[in-house]
């Protein structure tokens, strides 16, 4: 079974809508992330979360709100999804490395948005 | 601020041929390195990372060698294979308040023909 876990995994959706996209996640790693990808700009952060109690912004977080329900669980929601807001999000877990530096992320298999 | 350069993409080769993937960082203080492969529908794994200067990623026959002097973490292969047909992405980690935030650059499609 993977570690890390998109649900769903592609979404078709209008404008205005509600979207909920969920992670879940088996590495006991306390670090979640959500990042969204667009072409020929990389990765970007959106929010990220070091416990449950600790949840901060990214470069790119108007437009989206996460909630962290449990140290395995990460959700990011659009609450009222526009057309660019389509993309490809990615899940991903860290843990804190020995020094407190980021170590080695893990990511999920993605769910590909698409905002009409 | 922090940031990542790959070079542009596609790079196209054929098999068995010698791989290049140019990736140039700013940062500040002394940041970790990654390289992430992103296969056709899959999430970014990590292919290899390195930590501080001087120090060599290697994994898969890929290797990277951490430059400080050049700001530098070039992604090579000796010898690809059409399975090594996907995107790279060089990414950094910095320290400063211990964020834990990895910062990506664009990404660079590589494509191994037979």
């Known amino acids: 079974d993977a570690d890390v876990t998109q649900t769903p995994r592609n979404r078709i959706t209008k404008t205005g809508k509600r979207i909920m996209l969920e992670c879940s996640q088996t590495k006991g790693h306390d670090r979640m992330y959500w990042y969204r990808q667009d072409p020929g700009l990389g990765l970007r952060l959106i929010y990220y979360?070091?416990?449950?109690?600790?949840?901060n912004k990214g470069e790119i977080s108007d437009g989206y709100s996460v909630s962290r329900q449990a140290q395995a669980k990460f959700s990011l929601s659009l609450e009222s999804a526009i057309p660019n807001q389509t993309a490809l999000y990615f899940c991903?877990?860290?843990?804190?490395?020995?020094?407190?530096?980021?170590?080695?992320?893990?990511f999920g298999p993605g769910t590909r948005l698409t905002v009409l | 601020g922090n940031s990542v350069t790959q070079m542009e993409g596609p790079v196209t080769l054929s098999e068995e041929a010698f791989l290049t993937i140019n990736c140039t960082y700013t940062?500040?203080?002394?940041?970790?390195l990654f390289w992430y492969v992103q296969y056709p529908g899959e999430g970014l794994q990590l292919l290899l990372k390195?930590?501080?200067?001087?120090d060599k990623g290697s994994n898969k026959g890929f290797e990277a060698t951490y430059r400080k002097e050049t700001t530098s973490f070039h992604l090579e292969k000796g010898s690809v294979q059409v399975s090594d047909s996907a995107v790279y992405f060089c990414a950094l980690s910095y320290r400063s308040s211990n964020t834990g935030k990895l910062i990506f650059g664009q990404g660079t499609t590589l494509q191994v023909k037979p």
């Open positions: 979360s070091f416990d449950v109690k600790d949840i």
């Open positions: 991903a877990t860290s843990d804190a490395g020995t020094s407190g530096r980021t170590d080695t992320q893990y």
């Open positions: 390195a930590t501080k200067a001087d």
């Open positions: 940062a500040t203080g002394y940041p970790s």
